[in-house]
């Protein structure tokens, strides 16, 4: 069975499900590790008051036993700490009170989900669209990601990120290892390694914030240890760098992603693009550089993966832009719903987990079985075998 999973829940409703479906058995999970990147989503320089409300810790109320998994379904519940302050607003049982006491939403605004989602479901009270496309949903992703990190753990797949991007000013590059790249950029308030550019970008956050705007920017993720030939050439729904960029343009407010050089690979020679290979004695085949971040034919060729999604700016603003009353039709300004003016290295968190999950779920593909120990040694046979070749 394919790794898979669903949430539900809204950001102003009780609490966020999500139900994890083919992890194997007696993979350990460790309790502490999880909740801590929970609490790195909710991180960062630019974030709104929603975020000294909510402490995310994850209950897992299914699917785990004496701290090993069962090979049943893993439910997790992540409560929202704010829903004290909009049980009547969003109770699931009728209430009275009319328009007032529900809170009803009908000023759509621009660049959420809102009008679309009301036209689309037929719903006049634009609350019932943007309590689920809120990104508040992404602290479920982060939470199945979490343990989709784990599992890649337990195999020597390590994860990290790092903001690249905020606005104008862009961080030098740089090529630390993972455990490097999480060490300092967990010391960031903007999850970047180079301190100059932290404040930089730091300033220029809080110039946004005081001019009633925001703003976005580009996020990376690195993942190390990965073995060949996860993906698939031979349908173009088995491309790993594929699934990879659809999960990350679903992460909310992101509008493109890259894989390697990615659209600079537009303005350059196939010789400055594609990666040599090499081969070595007791290290086997491997690349020269990893310009295209360790894919190619949609597989990948045993190089770091380097994904990066770009964020655009949060569209709520202090400083409302113009929209539609779709109950009058007359123009009024759109309706504040939050107020982060960046959540940029929030959304680096939540770019490594969608991508952990991805990863994780074509090793399970690859190597699958019901089982840690027989995936195990499915693994190490796979690499005897690449050893071998």
């Not at 009728?94 to 328009?99: F, H, L, N, S």
């Not at 300033?203 to 920017?217: F, V």
Request: charged letters at 25%; glycine letters at 10%.
């Amino acid at each position: 069975m394919s790794l898979r999973y669903l949430t539900a829940g809204e950001t102003h409703g009780p609490q966020l499900t999500a139900i994890i479906e083919g992890l194997p058995s007696n993979l350990q999970l460790d309790f502490e590790e999880l909740n801590f990147q929970l609490q790195r989503r909710q991180k960062g320089h630019g974030r709104g008051r929603r975020m000294q409300i909510e402490k995310d810790t994850a209950k897992i109320v299914g699917g785990v036993r004496h701290g090993r998994t069962t090979g049943a379904p893993v439910a997790i519940v992540v409560e929202n700490n704010d829903w004290k302050h909009w049980t009547s607003v969003m109770n699931i049982e009728p209430i009275e009170g009319g328009e007032e006491a529900k809170r009803r939403v009908h000023r759509p605004r621009p660049g959420h989900a809102d009008l679309n989602g009301g036209l689309k479901y037929n719903l006049k009270d634009l609350r019932n669209v943007l309590e689920r496309s809120s990104a508040r949903e992404t602290a479920a992703r982060v939470a199945v990601g979490a343990v989709a990190r784990q599992l890649l753990a337990a195999f020597g797949i390590k994860v990290a990120g790092q903001v690249i991007r905020i606005g104008s000013v862009v961080a030098p590059p740089n090529d630390l290892s993972a455990d490097e790249l999480a060490r300092l950029t967990e010391e960031s308030p903007v999850r970047v390694v180079d301190k100059e550019t932290e404040r930089q970008m730091m300033e220029l956050i809080d110039q946004t914030k005081a001019d009633g705007d925001s703003i976005g920017g580009v996020v990376e993720c690195i993942v190390e240890g990965v073995p060949v030939g996860l993906g698939s050439h031979v349908q173009w729904d088995r491309k790993l760098d594929g699934r990879i960029a659809q999960a990350v343009v679903s992460i909310n407010a992101f509008k493109g992603c890259e894989i390697g050089i990615g659209f600079e690979a537009g303005a350059l020679r196939g010789s400055q693009v594609h990666d040599e290979i090499m081969y070595e004695q007791g290290r086997g085949f491997y690349r020269a550089t990893n310009r295209l971040g360790g894919f190619e034919g949609g597989m990948t060729n045993g190089m770091p993966i380097v994904v990066r999604g770009v964020m655009k700016p949060i569209p709520t603003l202090y400083k409302p832009l113009r929209s539609v009353d779709i109950d009058t039709k007359e123009p009024f300004t759109a309706q504040v719903e939050r107020s982060d003016a960046c959540a940029v290295p929030a959304a680096s968190v939540v770019m490594e987990h969608v991508v952990a999950w991805e990863v994780a779920k074509a090793f399970l593909e690859k190597f699958g079985g019901d089982s840690m120990e027989e995936i195990r040694a499915n693994y190490d046979n796979y690499l005897a075998q690449v050893e071998r070749y």
